[in-house]
Each structure stands twice: as structure tokens, then as C-alpha cells.
């Protein structure tokens, strides 16, 4: 199946995007668009406007292709149909349905590009379903600019069906779980999709699928309940925890899905079954280590990021405890009256913004920030040098601009 014509330059630089109403359960939305973004004193001379177009496209294309799903008719009761549709509906860099876009792009040109389309969508829809499960283990209420999804099923449950707080609760986590079931399963009809509408090779879509549903979704649960594991334990008391490790729980998390989509979108491009080719390889790890790198970003923009911006709460990470690459760097340098203070408010649910900002200060004087940061930037090195031997063109520029981006990002 073609993709659709492409847009002029005047509807590029449209700031909203209207669906049609008789479209089940989508609404008029913001687009992320380049144009738009806070640009900071570190971003100067770094020219991103040709990224922030393509996300902005990618977005567009990318929403499209979920309004015609099928998968759409299936979203019921309403509950569920305005859950699974909450974080889809809601403005987002979409960064890993752009690297496996712009992987395609780079190996096949724009036509295979084209083609790689709803596998992009399913990776988004993978990634979105994650972001579900992940805000109910952190009892986050907010993504994205609005409430988690367990959050506003809470609240729907104490207005609308005058639940007590504790019923409603539950069926807010309930609902949360549903949600994140179905999207799960409606990532994976995304793939199907590349075989039956846009003539991908069925063996690859195959072993696309069950790379996804093994080894990424092995690892990706694997690293989550480390996550939850660390989180629950004084740093004291893992003594086998240190830097290597918490950026292996990192990887798992966050990096093996950025390598897959880049893996996915180069074997699209190129039109292989073959992992192992030199070419998909080289993106393999480029995306890889963009994905650390991306982790490490998001730690540091967890504490000292604009909640506004970044559409999620700041300091949540203080509070639930989670082990980084910046406590355990600011613990290492800390003295003992440094390190009570930080281990009396980390994992503190109840903790002060006050309190919170103190930490902050800490992680800053301890070189937690400066470390995290040094590592991040190591990656994006590694990764850009994996990248040497793909042809030019403006797709491997894309990607170049796209690992600068994840140092750069403020949100």
C-alpha cells in the first residue's frame, strides 16, 4: 500500500491536525512541531530544523495511520477506547518510529521508507503500551501533559460511577493493565500489516515479530524489574549494584527497543532477512547507543528538567528511589553526612520539593549530573562512529542530527 501523498510546505508548518469526525475516538491535536521548540543556549549552532520537521512528519504519518486501523473498531466499552487512545492522542517527539523510518530511508531509499511505515506505528504502539504499565509500577499521574491512564480512570471512576476512592483506585489500575494488554496487541497487527497491505516479505515480518516478542520483550521485562527491584533496596544494600549494572538495566529498559526499531527499519529498507549484514548491524548499534544515551538524558531531565515540557512530574524519580547513574556517582563522592541526607529523603514518597531540590543540589556538587552526562556523550560518540561506513544521503543525515538530539533535548 503507497503512503500518502506528501504535504505541501504550508500544511507541513500547520501547528494542529484535525481528524475527520467520523474517525472513533480521535480528536483534534497539537503536533510536535520543530518550528515551535524552546531552543537553549547548549542547542546553539546546532541546526535541527530539518530533524523537528521530520518528527513533525513522522508524527502526522504516524497518527494517520492509526486513525485507519481496523484494530479501532475493537476498543470497547468506552473506558478502554478513551484509554488506549490517551498517550496516541497526545503530542510526542516520536522518536523510535522516526529511527526506524529514517534506518529504511537510509538503506532503501525513500520508496522502502514509505513501506516501513506500519511497522513504525508498531513500534510507537509497542513503546506506548509500556509507558502505560511503567506509569501504574511508578504511581506516576502525569504523561505527556495529562493524567496517566490510571490516573483518569481513578478520577472517571469516583465522578461518573461514584466509586469510593478505594474501588476507584482499583479500577483505575485495572483499566491501566487492560489497556496496556491491548495496546501490546495491537503494536503486533501494525507488523502483520507490513506483510498483508505493503508487501514486505513475510519471512521478515515473521522474524521481526518474534525477535520483538522474545528477546526485546524479554529484556524490556527484565529490565523493569530491576528497576523495581533497585528501587526498593538502599544502594547499600546491593552490593553487586554499580555503574556497569544500573546501565545495564538501562539498556534493557530503554536500549534494546531504540536497537530493535533501528535493526527493523534497516532489514526493511534493505529488503533482508539476513541480521547479521554488515550495514543492518552498523544501525543495530547505532540505535543501540543512542538508546543508553537517551536514558541518561531522560535521568538528568527527571531532576532537573521543566515539568511543563517535559509533560511528567519532576522529582518522581527521587522519590521512588530510583537507582541512576547520578545517585550512585554522588553517593560514591558523598561524605557521611552527604550521603544520610541523600539516602534519608531517596524513596521517600513523602518527600518536600524542598527536600527534592536539596537532593538536586547534591547530585549536582557530587558530579552525579556531570558523570551521567560524560557517559551520554560517550555513547552518542560510539554511536555516530558505527555509522562510517553508510552511504550519504538525507536520511544518514537525519540520523546524525537525531544522536545529537538525544544529548540536546530538554523535554
Known sequence: MPDEAAPSEEEKDRQTFTTPGAKKGFAKRELFVGADLDRSDDMAGMEYDELFQYLSNTERRIHSVFE?????????????????????NRPAKRLRPSILLMAAGALGGPDREKLALPAAAGVELFHTWTLVHDDLIDNDTLRRGGPTVHEAMRTSARTKQRLPADLATEYGRDIAILTGDIQHGWAITFFVDCGLEYGIDAALVLRLIKHLQSYVLGNLIFGEVLDVHYGMHNLAALKDVDEDKIIEMLWLKTGDLYEFAGMAGALIGKNTCNFEDNEVQ????????????????????????????????????????????????????????????ILATLGNRMATNDQVQSIARLFFELNG???????????????????NGISDSKYKRLLLLWANYMLDRKF
Not at 485507519?68 to 496516541?88: C, F, G, H, K, T
Open 68 to 88: 485507519s486501523s481496523q484494530m479501532r473498531a475493537y476498543l470497547n466499552p468506552q473506558d478502554v477506547l478513551e484509554s488506549v487512545l490517551s498517550y496516541i
Open 369 to 387: 549530573i556531570g558523570r551521567t552526562k560524560e557517559l551520554a556523550a560517550n555513547y552518542i560518540s560510539q554511536a555516530i562512529a558505527h555509522l
Open 282 to 341: 552498523a544501525i543495530r548499534h547505532f540505535a543501540d547507543k543512542c538508546g543508553t544515551a537517551f536514558q541518561l538524558q531522560d535521568d538528568i531531565l527527571g531532576i532537573l528538567g521543566d515539568e511543563a515540557s517535559l509533560g511528567k512530574p519532576i522529582g518522581s524519580d527521587i522519590r521512588e528511589g530510583k537507582k541512576t547513574v547520578i545517585v550512585y556517582e554522588a553517593l560514591k563522592n558523598a561524605n557521611e553526612a552527604q550521603s544520610e541526607t
